[in-house]
C-alpha cells in the first residue's frame, strides 16, 4: 500500500495531457504532474514517487525528493511563522507545519530546528521539534560499545541529546564531550550504557581494549611518519591531544603506558621516541 509522506514504487496507470496517474492502491490513483514525469516513463512501468498534498490538500505524486520523509528527523530552515505555526522549508512546494503545540521552544523565521515528521489527525503530514513524544528514549537492547550514527538535536544543562540510528534518544553528558558540536550535525558515536531509568548513555569515543589497541597503533604510525620521534607527550594539552587524535588526555596517557610497558617508546618530558 502507498503511504503518504515516502517515496513509494508505484505503477503507471494512465497517461493524460498533464501528466500520469500512478496506481496508490486504498489511496486511489494519484496524478504525477507533468514537469514531473521522467522521460521515456511509458504505462505500466514502476516509477519512484514521492507522495504528498498540494495546496489544496489534494494527493498529488512529485519524482522530486524531499529533505525528509515521514518518520525521520531532519534539521530544517523555518521560511516563514504566523498565527498557525511555524513553517519549514523541506524541498517540496509547500511548506511543512509545526503547529506551537509541537514547538519545543517558540520558532523564529531564518533558524534552523531538528524536528520529526508524523502524519497528523486530520492526514496532513507536520513536524514536531518535541522529539521525546515521538521517539523513544528507553532502550535495553543496545549493548554498552555497540556503534551507531547519531544525530545531536537539542541542548541542556547536562550536556547534547542525539538521534540513535534514527529510532532512540540518548545522552552524551557534557563530561564525554570533547569537541565542539552543532546542532543536526550526524557523526560516528558508541553507547556508553543503559542507565538504571533504562535511558541511554552515549559517547563519542571508542572504550575498551580495543579502542586503546587502536590508539596504540596510530601512535606509533605517527611516529613512525615523523622519524619516530613526537613532541606530543603525556604533558601535552587535552586540545592539543585532541586535534592530533580526537581523544581524550587520559585516553592518550594510557594508550602511551601500554605502549611504554612493551617498550615500544621511550618517553621523556620533551618527547617521544620510537624504540627500534
Known sequence: MAQIGQINQLKIVKEVEF???????????????????????QVGQMIDAFIHLDSQDRLVATTDK????IGEVAYLKVSDVNRTGAFLDWGMPKDLLVPYAEQRVPMEKGRFYCVYLYIDKSGRIAASSKLSLHLKETNDNFKSGQPV???????????????IDGT???????????????????MQGYIKGIRP??????TLQKRGQEAQDELGLMILAVLEA?????????????????????????????AL?????????TITPEKITLNH
Open 66 to 69: 524531499p529533505l525528509a520523509q
Open 19 to 41: 501528466g500520469l496517474y500512478l496506481d496508490g492502491g486504498d489511496l486511489g490513483e494519484i496524478l504525477l504532474p507533468a514537469r514531473y514525469v521522467p522521460a521515456k516513463a
Open 149 to 163: 550514527k547519531l544525530m545531536v538535536v537539542s541542548r541542556s544543562n547536562m550536556g547534547y541529546t542525539a538521534l
Open 257 to 265: 603506558g601500554r605502549l611504554l610497558s612493551a617498550k615500544k617508546i
Open 197 to 202: 531509568d533504562h535511558r541511554i548513555n552515549l
Open 226 to 254: 615523523n622519524d619516530g620521534v613526537s613532541e606530543l607527550t603525556d604533558k601535552s594539552t587535552p586540545q592539543q591531544i585532541f586535534d592530533r587524535y580526537r581523544v581524550s588526555k587520559a585516553s592518550y596517557k594510557k
Open 168 to 186: 532512540h534518544l540518548g545522552l552524551i553528558h557534557n563530561s564525554d564531550i570533547l569537541q565542539p558540536l552543532r546542532m543536526g550535525q550526524k
